[in-house]
């Protein structure tokens, strides 16, 4: 019996417990394919457990389970994590890896791919039967593949039970693959060399099924819904079974192709939203990328789906060959003048595999990251300085922030009075992990080894205030990251006893550099560098000592009565409060229940009790976390 695991790993992130939409549809697709091959299991990582372990806790599980064969849906946020727990899993015991999805392209020449011993380009499933069947194909090392026919006709994954939105509440929907079109930036349309359309049947079940599951959001995840040849009958069908409009249903849309039949069919569906990519309004910048667009028809098609109360959301690229920074202030000011900016996206190009922008890279004079996800860093017409100034008259134009700072809990009293300073435990698939670590002086260098093997992606790292080594400390951190070189997180100095430098503990942390959140994140700041572990130092002090890149004050709120609104406007300044009290839990619920409403108008609120916390959470971001797992 050849035992067979599929995994896929998340978007890394700053906040354990965020939902990470980390839904691995590729891997229920293989499994499907393969259903009722003979001497074969097919597992399936459940979501919880890839999106939500530290590297070290991940390899030390999958070690344990033992396949014969792992194969790993690789994206541009984790084919460098891929690579290297692969490597683990082959240095621990004799296996096959296999590699597909979007980053998987003849050109992608990032180190350590060759640990896999097969690669798949484009779909899986037909090459994915075949290696199951045939040895020999083992020995080209890669292949292509075509799942025309078992795509048309295939279940969703859902509907065979081999995924479930538990987490997300949110449930995937393919209704074609392939684009008619080739834009420069997109590889989707190479990898797919040909439109295929689902069976209208098979979509109208998965509909069904959706609604009849109450999932909240039903995505559709084509690249260009309207393509779809027999769009209107299918939007009639969903529309008579989409009665109560209980659900959400998103997707992908070219808004110049909408006309006012297509709309109202589209909000007879059920439609509320629709992802439209602009990406910029300059006619050199859309003749380069292979993207004209009549922007006429694009305003037409936007106002006939806000008229329908469906919401339009715009995509604006920063860095795109061609452009200025003239011409994107002029493709912000176009967003801006015709008031579709409700729910806005911009972002930096990235210049992936695959795509003609990265095969004309030298032609185009594109500087970009050499590692994912590729940032543009300047163009010829383009200076870094420029895309910084770029993203802040978005921001100012949009009243929005597109580089947020990450959440903030800095909750840490797990237990009872007596002992309130436990390491906090979650249970994710019945066993046990850390994900914020107490560091105190009695804890010895073997036991922080021993811990770095449970922790959760990401994790904090509280030092409490008897730290007052900093070779200790240096070590522990040295430990605890060099174990999981992937994995974010985050160090909370409750009353530090000494200052602290954050280049000097950076100098021993041994997390991958540069990470992908430092190359995503890299315009939060005005110039690169760690964007993957925050410093966060609490203390009751009231001046404002520790700011800057990465770092964050929070004020630690030990006075006898709860604070009112004129306390929070006067504690502004500091990233955070965080509330210890030894009020009762109803008084403590009826504050959390008047300042709710006010959570995004003030600074980040903090409960010293995790379980405040966890209600905190639940009142004021609830659907951005999950919520069962903190």
């Not at 090459?127 to 795509?151: A, H, M, P, R, Y």
């Not at 500087?367 to 996800?373: R, S």
């Not at 409060?577 to 839990?585: A, F, K, N, V």
């Not at 003030?602 to 609830?622: D, G, Y």
Request: glycine fraction near 6%.
């Amino acid at each position: 019996m050849i035992h067979i695991l599929l995994l896929q790993l998340p978007i890394p992130q700053l906040n354990f417990g965020r939902r990470t939409g980390n839904i691995p549809m590729a891997a229920a697709c293989l499994k499907q394919a393969a259903h009722g091959m003979k001497n074969i299991t097919i597992d399936i990582l459940p979501e919880s457990i890839s999106s939500y372990l530290g590297d070290s806790a991940l390899i030390r599980l999958l070690t344990e389970k033992k396949p014969d064969i792992v194969g790993f849906s690789l994206f541009s946020w984790n084919i460098e994590r891929s690579i290297h727990i692969a490597q683990k899993l082959k240095d621990a015991y004799p296996l096959k890896v296999v590699f597909g999805g979007p980053e998987v392209t003849p050109d992608n020449s990032l180190k350590g791919i060759e640990v896999a011993d097969f690669l798949v380009f484009g779909e899986g499933e037909d090459v994915f039967q075949k290696l199951l069947i045939d040895e020999l194909l083992w020995d080209l090392k890669k292949g292509t593949g075509v799942s025309e026919n078992c795509f048309q006709s295939a279940k969703s994954p859902y509907i065979a039970g081999l995924l479930e939105p538990a987490i997300s509440r949110l449930m995937y929907l393919e209704t074609q693959r392939g684009c008619p079109f080739r834009c420069g930036f997109c590889y989707y349309n190479k990898s797919m060399k040909q439109m295929t359309s689902a069976a209208e049947e098979v979509v109208i079940e998965a509909v069904k099924w959706a609604i009849h599951s109450q999932v909240d959001e039903l995505c559709i995840l084509d690249p260009s819904l309207n393509s779809r040849p027999d769009l209107p009958s299918l939007l009639q069908k969903i529309g008579k079974i989409n009665t109560d409009r209980n659900i959400i249903i998103s997707g992908e849309t070219r808004a110049e192709q909408i006309d006012k039949n297509i709309a109202d069919l589209y909000a007879h569906a059920g439609f509320s939203m629709f992802e439209i990519g602009l990406q910029s309004t300059n006619p050199k910048t859309l003749e380069l990328m292979n993207r004209r667009t009549d922007l006429s028809r694009f305003l037409k098609g936007t106002a006939l789906l806000k008229e329908r109360e469906i919401l339009p959301r715009i995509d604006l690229i920063v860095g795109l060959p061609g452009d200025t920074l003239d011409t994107f202030k002029q493709s912000v000011d176009f967003i801006a003048k015709h008031d579709l900016f409700d729910d806005i996206m911009v972002f930096p190009l990235s210049v992936l595999p695959g795509t003609e922008f990265r095969k004309n890279s030298n032609k185009l004079q594109l500087t970009f990251d050499n590692t994912p996800p590729y940032s543009i860093l300047h163009t010829p017409t383009f200076s870094q300085e420029e895309m910084l100034y770029a993203f802040d008259y978005a921001e100012e134009v949009f009243k929005i922030n597109l580089f947020p700072d990450p959440h903030m809990d800095v909750s840490f009293q797990t237990g009872s009075i007596k002992s309130p300073m436990d390491d906090h435990r979650v249970v994710i698939h019945g066993q046990e992990y850390v994900s914020k670590l107490i560091l105190k002086p009695e804890r010895t260098l073997a036991e922080m080894e021993d811990l770095s093997g449970r922790l959760t992606h990401p994790y904090q790292i509280f030092v409490t205030p008897e730290v007052s080594n900093k070779y200790y400390l240096k070590k522990c951190l040295s430990i605890v990251s060099g174990n999981n070189p992937h994995t974010p997180f985050e160090i909370v100095f409750l009353e530090p006893a000494f200052p602290i430098h954050t280049k000097e503990l950076l100098s021993v942390i041994q997390i991958k550099r540069p990470h992908y959140l430092d190359n995503d994140l890299r315009f939060l700041y005005g110039s690169s560098g760690n964007r993957s572990v925050v410093f966060t130092v609490v203390s009751t002090l009231e001046n404002l000592f520790f700011y800057g890149e990465m770092k964050r004050q929070v004020f630690w709120w030990k006075r006898s009565a709860l604070p009112d609104k004129a306390d929070l406007d006067s504690l502004s300044g500091f990233s955070g409060l965080l509330i210890d009290t030894r009020h009762s839990e109803p008084e403590i619920n009826q504050w959390q229940d008047q300042f709710a409403g006010f959570a995004p108008d003030i600074l980040l609120i903090n409960f010293v009790k995790t379980e405040h916390q966890k209600r905190w959470i639940s009142l004021t971001a609830e659907d951005e976390y999950y919520i069962d797992l903190l």
